[in-house]
């Protein structure tokens, strides 16, 4: 079973407009969320994160978006870069359970193209 | 720091064969984790250890596969025998406050 989804594959987005990644989870005792940006041939980075205490963090273009009731969260990448280009992962993590391992679960990743 | 170090980037082998993978985490992490990558499935949590010590395998598919940790320093992750399904992106990453990932290991067993 898939605790987290992200359930498209693929997103085509216009340089300059913002750009929309969402996820879904199913395991309510899921506490702390993240995103992760992978280039090919290259391991993921980390790009931001979010507390369940919270409902909006924001760094810089990129802001994430969290509706518990809805087991929701979404990426906004505002404006979009051609270097955004990217399969973007959702993960997340339930961090009463397992105090400091940070343990994953993470959806299958949307590949994120920005044309010029 | 040069980041989590993994070898060999490529691997082609054929079914049957024992495939060893390794890694070398950033220096100071004392969470090490093994992650595969499938289309079907994305990251999927093989095993992570903590202080060299495995401490959930529950993601391991099969007694296939195994891993180690003898040192801060070193993790091995171990296919025996290896099998075409097995093809796959696998990723070890440490950890430091968040998760660094390593390039992957692109494995095709034939």
């Known amino acids: 079973d898939q605790q987290v989804k992200q359930n498209s594959p693929s997103l085509s987005v216009q340089e300059g407009r913002i750009s929309i990644l969402n996820c879904d989870y199913t395991n309510s005792m899921f506490d702390y969320f993240l995103w992760y940006k992978k280039y090919p041939a290259e391991g993921p980075t980390f790009l931001i994160s979010?507390?369940?205490?919270?409902d909006k963090n924001e760094d810089g273009r990129f802001t994430v978006f969290l509706n518990k009731s809805a087991k929701h969260l979404s990426l906004h990448i505002v404006p979009s870069q051609p270097g955004d280009s990217a399969v973007y992962f959702c993960?997340?993590?339930?961090?009463?359970?397992?105090?400091?391992?940070?343990?994953?679960?993470f959806g299958q990743g949307t590949r994120l193209t920005i044309n010029p | 720091d040069a980041g989590v170090i993994q070898s060999p980037r490529h691997e082609v082998t054929e079914m049957g064969q024992e495939v060893t993978l390794r890694c070398k985490p950033i220096s100071g992490h004392d969470y090490l984790f093994w992650y595969r990558q499938t289309m079907m499935r994305g990251l999927e949590l093989l095993i992570y250890f903590n202080n060299n010590v495995p401490i959930d395998d529950s993601g391991m598919p099969e007694d296939r596969f195994s891993a180690k940790m003898p040192n801060a320093s070193f993790s091995t992750l171990k296919i025996q025998p290896s099998e075409p399904r097995d093809s796959a992106v696998y990723f070890c990453?440490?950890?430091?406050?968040?998760?660094?990932f390593g390039p992957g290991t692109r494995l095709t067993v034939l």
């Open positions: 990453a440490s950890r430091g406050g968040t998760q660094y």
């Open positions: 993960a997340a993590s339930d961090r009463k359970a397992i105090q400091g391992a940070q343990k994953l679960v």
């Open positions: 979010i507390s369940s205490i919270k």
